[in-house]
C-alpha cells in the first residue's frame, strides 16, 4: 500500500517560514510527478505547486510564486513545499500527491492526474 506522509505544518506568524515535507512509500518515486494542494475551510481543494519527476519542470500557482518554492529529493523519496513569507490567506490543510510513473518529466496540475494521496498536514497562520 502507497504511503503519503506529510509533515512541517503548525502555526507560525505572519511572515513567518515553514518546511512541509511529503516522504513516500512508492516504489517509483524517482518516476512520479508529485503536487501539493491546500484546502482552506468551507472551500475546495486546490493546486499549489507541482513538480516532475525529474524535479527539472515546476509549477506554483500565482498566490505563492515569489514565497513558495516546491523540490523533492529522488534519493529520499520525498518532496518538499518550502513557504517563506506566509500570509493568514495560507492557512489550509496541505496534502502532498503523487502520479503514477509517466515517461514525459513534466507536471500536473488537476486533481484527477494523481492517483495517490496523503492524510494532509495543518497549517495556520496567524495575523
Known amino acids: 500500500q502507497v504511503q503519503l506522509v506529510e509533515s512541517g505544518g503548525g502555526l507560525v506568524q505572519a511572515g513567518g517560514s515553514l518546511r512541509l515535507s511529503c516522504a513516500s512509500s512508492?516504489?517509483?518515486?524517482?518516476?512520479?510527478?508529485m503536487g501539493w494542494f491546500r484546502q482552506a475551510p468551507g472551500k475546495e481543494r486546490v493546486i499549489v505547486g507541482a513538480?516532475?519527476?525529474?524535479?527539472?519542470?515546476?509549477y506554483l500557482t500565482d498566490s505563492v510564486k515569489g514565497r513558495f518554492t516546491i523540490s523533492r529529493d529522488n534519493a529520499k523519496s520525498t518532496v518538499y513545499l518550502q513557504m517563506n513569507n506566509v500570509k493568514p490567506e495560507d492557512t489550509a490543510v496541505y496534502y502532498c500527491?503523487?502520479?503514477?510513473?509517466?515517461?514525459?518529466?513534466?507536471?500536473?496540475?488537476?486533481?484527477?492526474?494523481?492517483?495517490?494521496w496523503g492524510q494532509g498536514t495543518q497549517v495556520t497562520v496567524s495575523s
Open positions: 513538480v516532475s519527476w525529474r524535479g527539472d519542470s515546476t
Open positions: 512508492l516504489r517509483t518515486f524517482s518516476k512520479s510527478p
Open positions: 500527491a503523487a502520479k503514477s510513473p509517466f515517461h514525459t518529466s513534466t507536471y500536473y496540475i488537476r486533481e484527477y492526474d494523481y492517483n495517490y
